[in-house]
């Protein structure tokens, strides 16, 4: 998958000692920490200003529900294939 251009905005649904264990590469994009509870519940506070958004969690079964909940609330979301791992991965061989 090729890497998020730099006006996308990464949703990452990990939690806090996920993503310490694994930081997300040096990106150009902004990064916003939410949980898939907050967007089950519609508190998520994302808006269309933020643009598109690619949600990441730690292998893509999350994002995939996340991004389909958010497009659901009228936003541009898909989910990053694979997670964090072919994040890393793609990033890697770029």
Do not use: K, W
Request: glycine share 8%.
């Amino acid at each position: 998958m090729p890497l998020p251009a730099p006006e996308v905005t990464l949703i990452d649904l990990r939690s806090a000692d996920l993503r310490a264990a694994a930081p997300l590469p040096a990106l150009s994009n902004r990064v916003v920490v939410v949980s898939l509870g907050e967007i089950e519940e519609g508190q998520h506070a994302l808006t269309p200003d933020l643009g598109p958004l690619l949600v990441i969690c730690e292998r893509g079964i999350r994002s995939t529900l996340a991004a389909r909940m958010l497009r659901a609330d009228g936003l541009n979301a898909a989910a990053y294939g694979g997670g964090v791992p072919a994040l890393l991965r793609d990033f890697s061989e770029d």
